[in-house]
Every structure is written in C-alpha cells, then in structure tokens.
C-alpha cells in the first residue's frame, strides 16, 4: 500500500536560511506521482510540483528546488533564503498509477514556520 | 473564477444537525474527490465520484456519511447527525481525466464547526 511520510512535523527558520522538507514514500508501484502542496494560513491547498517516477532529474523554481532519489524513495523539497510568506503546512502526496483509484496520498505535513 | 468552487467555505452546525457542503468543479472535469483534514492532520480520502456514479468510497464512514455527485448540478457531501468529532476541513478536487494520473486541481474547503 502506499505511504508518505513527513518526518518533520514543525520547522522553524529564522527569514534568508535555506530549509529542506523530507519526504518518504512507500510505493509497490513502478509507475507513480509525487507532489508538493502548500496550505498558508488562509487554508486553501497551493499545487507546487507534480514529478512522475521516471524523472528523477532535479527540479528548481525560483527559490524552489526539489530532489528526487529513487534510490532513498525520498522527494524534499527545499527553499532557498526563505521569506516569511513561505510559512505554511506543506505536505507531500504519492499517487500510484495504476493500484486502484485512490488518486493521492498525503503525508501529514510539514508546518514551516519563518521568523522575520 | 474558473476552479474548483466550494461552498459554504464555514459552516457551523449544532450536533444531530445536518450538514451539506457543496463542490462544483472545474470546466469540463467529470472526476470529483472529497478530501477530510481533521485539526493538525494531513488530507485523508473520503470519496470518488464520476457523475452520477460513486467510483471509490472506501475513505467514508459507513454511516451518517454520504455523497452524490448527479448529472446537472455540484457534487454533494452530506453528514447526517453531526457529532463534535465531524469538525474538519472538508476539501474538494477535480480532474478531467480519471484517477491515478493525480492531475488533481483543489477548491479552498468548507470548514464544518460543530458545536
């Protein structure tokens, strides 16, 4: 069955350090998705990255970056010189592609916390 | 606004009370997903429905839970005899194709209090 883990429940940074959030996941499948989701104070849900299973090429986006090791069957997330608008619950989803139709597995999430 | 829209964003009910939270997705997509956060809890998932047929409820308690999702209209997540222990965030998602693919697009959630 699938599982994510998010080790790190609540990661406080002082604002301009770099933070990484770990994510595990289990998965019997060949054929998966991982994603990063945000959730800010307002409480909506925030797409940040979707990687399939087969690209295990890192990812940057601005002060975004992901890393993603098969191998580990890790996918962190990190931000670089983090602002005080990056403090929010971050979570981590697996989706397999073909075990079912239960579409996401979230993680319990990473609450961030970035001190001015 | 071309997401997925849910409403009411709060809803408060007192216990034995009914609660109907409301989904309508995005433009064109027939796959809608009712997600459950409890307080300081990651989404758990409840629900898959394809217009006018549930595809996957294994995430829903067998009673006082149920949801609909017809031909014309939003989906529909209904509790039925609120206790204390319903109030969560109750989110939304939508995709255009079926599951798996995890193209999953999220409306802002409708938070159920119950007193």
């Known amino acids: 069955a699938q599982k994510v883990t998010q080790a790190q429940t609540e990661i406080s940074v002082v604002e301009k350090e770099d933070v990484t959030l770990d994510c595990v996941y289990e998965t019997r499948d060949t054929t998966y998705y991982l994603f990063w989701y945000k959730q800010p104070p307002s409480g909506e849900l925030v797409f940040l990255i979707r990687r399939n299973s087969f690209d295990e090429q890192n990812e940057i986006s601005g002060r975004y970056s992901w890393n993603f090791q098969k191998s580990t069957s890790s996918f962190n997330f990190t931000i670089t010189a983090s602002q005080v608008v990056d403090s929010a619950v971050y979570f981590c989803a697996l989706s397999e592609a073909y075990s079912g139709n239960t579409p996401l597995v979230f993680g319990k999430g990473t609450r961030l916390s970035v001190i001015a | 606004n071309a997401g997925v829209m849910q409403n009411p964003r709060h809803l408060v009910r007192r216990r034995g009370q009914e609660a109907r939270l409301r989904c309508s997705p995005m433009k064109g997509h027939s796959h809608v997903y009712w997600y459950r956060q409890l307080p300081e809890e990651g989404l758990k998932f409840m629900v898959y429905?394809?217009?006018?047929?549930?595809?996957?409820e294994s995430g829903m308690p067998k009673e006082r839970f149920s949801a609909e999702f017809p031909k014309e209209g939003p989906s529909i997540l209904r509790i039925q005899q609120v206790v204390r222990g319903d109030s969560a965030a109750y989110f939304c998602?939508?995709?255009?194709?079926?599951?798996?693919?995890?193209?999953?697009?999220f409306g802002e959630g409708s938070r159920l209090t119950v007193l």
């Open positions: 998602a939508s995709s255009l194709r079926s599951a798996n693919t995890g193209e999953l697009f």
């Open positions: 429905l394809q217009k006018e047929n549930i595809i996957d």
